[in-house]
């Protein structure tokens, strides 16, 4: 089984298609559903429609005191990750890795110097202001940038501003990373829907033939992080990323989410947004 395959459901037939199918039409037939029924049921019996709409406020409420709820405790527990010395807990790894579970990279004799960091990131149209954030935050982020790889996937069909932009962005940072990429994603390719992940899928498998398989880099050393092109991570990030990587059970079967939060360009952004 070739596990680095990225299909697509162009590729499924028969009942396999008809099933995702149907599940990709059901939570858009739910959503009008509700509310043309809310319609309906308000004509020909509204005590119901009324029921319902109470019961369903209701549990919006209920949903969001949830959600509050735990909003505030990733808060104070980001606050807590934050003040760790991620770096001083990579380097003592090797003092704690009794503990740690018998799967995990770490156990095995891994240090945080055997991980490769891979970073995607995708782009359309953005200004070269707020490309040059994301790439600034590589850079201050505390890890040794020399050892990570960046690929900038753009598109294509921009045309000549994109490569406008890869070609400053080369200049000013190629010399900060062991490896910085920039691809261009071809329009109109067949079967392909537009946006970021048909970008980052195309820059993925390109950088793996072009470098990663002619370096004969192993993969199961790279850690790929996508980030969105206005990301900026935090301080120590990678080393974090990098511990919780060496130190989780079952390392890849697992994927690493951080808490995204919306401030970093909230007074830039357009008011509706």
Known sequence: MNYLKISKATEL????????RA????????????????IVLSYFNPIWAAYFII????????LVIFLAIYLINSYFKMKENKKID?????????????????????RQGW???DVIHLVILPTYNESLDVIRTSFDSLINNGYPNQEMLVVLAMEERVGESAKEKAKIIEAEYKHYFKK???SFHPD?????????????AFAGKLFKREFIDKEGIDYDKILVSVFDIDTVATFNYFYCLTYKFL????????????????HNNVWQAPFFA
């Not at 037939?13 to 995702?20: A, E, H, P, T, V």
């Not at 019961?55 to 209920?62: D, E, G, Q, S, T």
């Open 180 to 182: 910085l990429f920039i």
């Open 13 to 20: 037939s028969g009942s396999d298609r008809k099933i995702y």
């Open 111 to 113: 240090s945080w110097e």
């Open 247 to 262: 130190t989780v059970e079952n390392p890849y079967r697992a994927s690493y989410q951080p808490i995204p939060v919306y």
């Open 86 to 106: 991620w770096l001083l807990k990579c380097q003592n790894l090797s003092s704690e890795k009794d503990s740690l579970p018998v799967s995990s990279l770490a």
């Open 23 to 38: 599940l990709e039409i059901l939570p858009g037939f739910l959503s009008l559903g509700t509310l043309l029924g809310l």
């Open 55 to 62: 019961a369903f406020n209701v549990y919006y409420l209920l």
């Open 188 to 200: 109109n390719i067949e079967g392909e829907l537009k946006g970021k992940g048909a970008n980052q």
